[in-house]
Every structure is written in C-alpha cells, then in structure tokens.
C-alpha cells in the first residue's frame, strides 16, 4: 500500500508525552478532539450528543418512571411499547447529531481509533508494525456507530408493529445497543466524563468574576462546580423546551425530562454534601446565608411540585396531547423560576449589586412575577366576591372557567404551599359536583385567596 503522510491529526499528540502510561494518553487524544470540536464551533452539539446519551441512561434506569407507566398495569399485562418508541426516536436523534460532528480529521479521512491504536504501539514496543496501515479504512470516527444505529432503528420499528412489546424483546433491544455502545471509546470516554471543561465552562461575565473572585480554594472549587449544575440544568431545560416547539411526539421528549430529574437531584445533592458545608466554613459568609438557607428549602419544594405534582398526570389515562403539553410546558416553567432564582441568590451571597436580569436575558424575578400574578388573583377573587353578593348574576361553570384560566397561565408562579392548597382546594370544588357542599367550599377559597392576595403584598414591602 502506498505511504501516504499523516496531516493534521498529529496534533492530538504532546511531542513529549512517550513516557506516559496509554490511558494518559488517550486523555490528551480525547482533550485534543474536545478542542477540535471547540474550534469548529460545534460545542452546543457535543453537549446535546452528550445530553441525548444520559437521557437514554436515565430512561433505561429509572424506576421513578416505570412506576408512573406501569401504575395501573400488573406485571403480565406491561406493554413497554412506550420505551421502545423512546429509544427508536432518540437514535434518530443521535444519528443526525453523530453527522454533525463528524468533521474531517485530516486529508484522507483516517480511521482515528485505528491511528490512535498505532501511536500507542509504536511507542510501546519495541519492534515497528510495518502492515498496520493495510488496515487503515475511510471509516470515520462515528461512522460504525451510526450504521449500527440505522439497523438499530429499523429492528426497533419492526417491534413496534406487533400488539404487544414484551419486558424481554425491550431489555434485549436495550442489551444489543449497550454493547454496540461499549464498544466505542470516544462515546464511553464522552458518557464517563462528568466535567467537560471547555463544554461546561460559565460564560456569563458577573459569574465568572464572582468564581474568578473567591480566593479560598474549597469555596472557590465548590462555587464553581454549583454554577456549572445550575447552568446544565438551564441548558437542559431550554433543550426540552426547543422539543416541545417542533417535536410532533411528545414522548420523544421523556428521555430528556428524565434527564433534567436526575441534573436537579445531582444539585440537590452537591448543594447539601459540599456547597452549604464550606459556606458555613465561612463566618463572614455564614451570617448572610438565610436568604441561600430559603431558596435551597424552595427549591426542593419546586422539585416536589414536578415530580409529584405535575409529571405523574402526564400518565394518567385521561391525558391528552394537550394537556401533557402544558405539563411539560409547566415542568420547564417551574424550573427555569427555581433555578434562576437560586443562582441569583447564591450569587448575591458574594456580590450584591449583582441581579438576575443581568445574569439572565428576559428575566422576570418570581418577585415581579408574583405582582403581576397579583392582579389575576384580585380579578378572581373579585369574580368569586361578585358570585356571593350577586345571586344568580354569575354562573359556577363561570367560576371554574377562570379557574382553570389561571391555573394553565399563571399557577407555576405561585410558591409551592400556595400552588399545593390551589389545587387541593380546586379538587375539592370537582368533587362537590355543584352540590349543596359547592358554595361552603368555594368560601374557603375566597378566604383561602384573600390570605395569597395579603402575603404578596408583604413581600412587596
């Protein structure tokens, strides 16, 4: 086979490095493509490749979601049809991804895992391999994943067809692409790496001065890693909401919603384990921290609201499209608020001029939200008020009307007590079923709302 000279991906390669072990070295080889994939501008992709890949993980592991699927099924009668579509519209997804990523290395598109496996044998041994290169292929570095998942996805398609998905035809199409998937090294090394510097890294100015800033190690280490949480879990969120605009089905979406549960436990965790402990450390800090005590309880208190309170309907019998996209409508809604809010509090903590809408493009503080929300609350309030005195004036189907016009538009906004009580007190009102228990009930949610109505106004002040 003619010599052919190497351009380019020598530059993977530390011209230093030959005493290093070969895992080393497949660190600076992985290092060297995430600054490729830097100077092609394709971070955003790479991150969403990423993304797609935990989701599936997630989705594969979590029984929080097989539980709410199967709630009303016994065992012999689970059709995990529902999965399977899941995992045949991500591939779809991955392959487009894989595609674009997939730029030249150098000018005779080399296999890359073959040039890697060559280097590292060069150095290592003690004789040359001179016929290692009859082996060399155009095969790119994702090519060999992307046909698998063609194939992949035809099989899946084929399954889908039948009556019935059984639990053993889902856990084998779950086994032939985990296998498929162990055997890439730049997909697992991608999937193994919790913290990409160069694709998790915070660009935003007054975060980056207040990391920049700390000058005690652990606080600074621990800030930075909470930033780069919050910030996943904003990125994440907004990639649900881009699915939710031009995805045609909505359970395409779960993988990722599965993901988001799992980025805002990981922040929960992070926050409880090292972040408040080290701001604690601090007794400068320590004085100031009520307001970042209140917005962590809040937080877990919104993260209750989605997956207790508003992910469970999206399974329930009765829900259709419309409904189940308002829900996810409500789960991005909810997070973006919680998370918004704690990153702006946080970041108070170490600079207090600093606010959420130099932080954050269009944003609305929960604050001003809550103003503006007022104003639907005083209308209601008012409606139901007019009901009581104007007898017969108002209809009740008026009264569940704007009800329920409040609840699509503007019941995400309100604290998580409150949005609880809303919706026990909205329950009960169904259950009355217009009888002679309707009115009684319907007092106690105009007292129920003067209470909202008073407390917003003390946060004003």
């Excluded at 790479?46 to 199967?70: A, D, G, P, Q």
């Excluded at 009303?72 to 689970?78: I, L, N, T």
């Excluded at 890359?112 to 082996?135: I, W």
Aim: proline fraction near 3%; charge should be positive.
């Amino acid at each position: 086979m003619e010599k052919r000279e190497l351009e380019n991906i020598g530059d993977f390669f530390s011209k230093n490095n030959a005493t290093q072990a070969p895992e080393k070295k497949w660190e600076e080889i992985f290092a060297g493509w995430i600054d490729k994939i830097d100077q092609e501008k394709m971070m955003l992709n790479l991150f969403e490749l990423k993304l797609w890949f935990e989701s599936i993980e997630e989705f594969h592991s979590s029984t929080y979601l097989e539980n709410l699927v199967f709630k009303y099924h016994a065992p012999s009668e689970r059709n995990y049809e529902f999965f399977v579509f899941g995992l045949h519209q991500a591939a779809a997804r991955i392959t487009t991804l894989l595609k674009e990523l997939d730029f030249k290395k150098d000018t005779y598109f080399l296999n890359f895992e073959e040039y890697v496996v060559e280097k590292m044998l060069e150095q290592s041994m003690d004789r040359t391999l001179p016929n290692l290169k009859e082996f060399y292929s155009p095969e790119s570095w994702f090519y060999s994943f992307r046909i698998f998942l063609q194939s992949f996805r035809n099989l899946l398609g084929e399954i889908l067809r039948l009556d019935q998905v059984s639990q053993r035809a889902y856990l084998s199409m779950k086994k032939l692409y985990h296998r498929e998937l162990l055997g890439n090294p730049i997909l697992i090394s991608l999937l193994k790496k919790q913290f990409i510097p160069k694709m998790d890294k915070v660009y935003q100015p007054d975060i980056s001065g207040i990391i920049a800033a700390c000058k005690e190690k652990n606080i600074r280490k621990n800030l930075g890693i909470f930033f780069v949480l919050s910030f996943r879990i904003l990125k994440v969120n907004n990639f649900i909401e881009l699915s939710l605009n031009k995805s045609k089905y909505l359970d395409t979406i779960i993988p990722l919603v599965c993901s988001l549960k799992k980025d805002m436990e990981d922040l929960m965790a992070f926050n409880d384990v090292a972040l408040w402990k080290s701001l604690q450390a601090d007794p400068e800090l320590k004085k100031d921290l009520g307001p970042v005590g209140d917005v962590f309880k809040s937080l877990k208190l919104e993260f209750k609201k989605i997956w207790e309170g508003e992910l469970p309907f999206y399974f329930e019998s009765d829900s259709n499209k419309i409904k189940k996209r308002r829900l996810i409508q409500n789960i991005v809604i909810i997070t973006e608020v919680a998370v918004q809010e704690l990153i702006e509090t946080v970041a108070r903590l170490f600079k207090p001029s600093v606010s959420g809408s130099s932080i954050f493009e269009k944003y609305v503080s929960r604050r001003q939200k809550s103003l503006e929300v007022k104003k639907k609350l005083i209308r209601l309030h008012t409606k139901i008020n007019d009901y009581f005195t104007r007898k017969g004036g108002i209809a009740p189907s008026e009264i569940f009307f704007d009800i329920n016009q409040f609840m699509e538009n503007d019941l995400n906004y309100l604290l998580y007590k409150d949005w609880n009580e809303f919706l026990n007190y909205f329950d009960n009102l169904n259950r009355t079923n217009l009888s002679s228990e309707f009115e009684p009930t319907l007092r106690s949610f105009h007292s129920f709302l003067t209470r909202i109505l008073k407390e917003i106004v003390s946060e004003k002040k």
